[in-house]
């Protein structure tokens, strides 16, 4: 198992806390998110792990000797950066992660049980966050439907009301080369100019929508996305509350 950090934006709606540096050096609880992410795939036995870089990419020299490079990052968006892992994703299984979020190793050990193709890990108690971080948990939440066997159904849309929303994704996904596989398939009917706006997300939703089977895992364990300052704050009052504990 080998895992890779997707780290190539910059983060603009981070404003100036990203002037200098890259999204996942921000710094959460006393530690740049990127070595979150690096300590929970550790501490999960993964000890292969690339950083695919964009935007200020020497400073994450320090963090890896396994890099892809994403030079066109200034003009495309996530799934662009994925690609840019495609020798490692061709002939390993892989667990993804965004650079912008924080979780425990024990999200990345449940992904690595799932047997299937493609899996993802969601958090079904969404709302209670989405409700901290926002004041119409709907107006950034996008839907999320089961098919009832543990399956995707349905992500990435505008949401109507909560009931379209039985989780949200966290950002981890793995993939086995057979998976990758199918993406790649998927891809090849694209054009460049598509593929460079799509989104993972949208990348999901469009395998479901081909019938490409996507497991999602609960995971209920502390997590987070860091899209703004305010979450950090957000983050920090829910620690100082007991709210979001770690061990």
Request: proline residues 4%; contains cysteine.
């Amino acid at each position: 198992m080998k895992a890779i950090i997707l780290a190539a934006g910059r983060g603009q709606r981070m404003g100036h806390v990203t002037q200098d540096k890259p999204k996942c050096l921000t710094v959460f609880k006393g530690r740049p998110l990127i070595e979150w992410q690096l300590g929970a795939l550790q501490e999960s036995g993964i000890e292969d792990i690339a950083i695919v870089r964009g935007y200020r990419s020497q400073q994450l020299a320090m963090y890896g000797s396994n890099f892809f490079e994403n030079r066109r990052w200034p003009r495309t968006n996530m799934v662009c950066s994925l690609m840019c892992a495609a020798d490692w994703l061709e002939r390993f299984t892989c667990i993804v992660t965004y650079s912008d979020i924080f979780y425990n190793a024990s999200a990345v050990k449940v992904l690595e049980k799932c047997s299937e193709e493609i899996s993802i890990t969601y958090d079904p108690h969404w709302l209670a966050l989405w409700s901290r971080r926002f004041e119409d948990p709907l107006c950034d939440a996008e839907s999320f439907v089961l098919d009832g066997l543990g399956y995707l159904k349905a992500i990435g849309q505008p949401a109507k009301s909560v009931e379209d929303i039985e989780g949200q994704y966290m950002g981890l996904i793995k993939f086995t080369p057979a998976g990758w596989s199918k993406v790649v398939d998927f891809l090849h009917v694209l054009s460049q100019r598509e593929i460079d706006r799509l989104d993972m997300t949208a990348l999901l939703s469009f395998l479901i929508g081909n019938g490409i089977a996507i497991s999602a895992v609960p995971v209920t364990e502390p997590w987070g996305e860091v899209d703004s300052e305010s979450d950090l704050r957000i983050y920090e009052d829910m620690i100082a509350n007991g709210d979001l504990v770690f061990p």
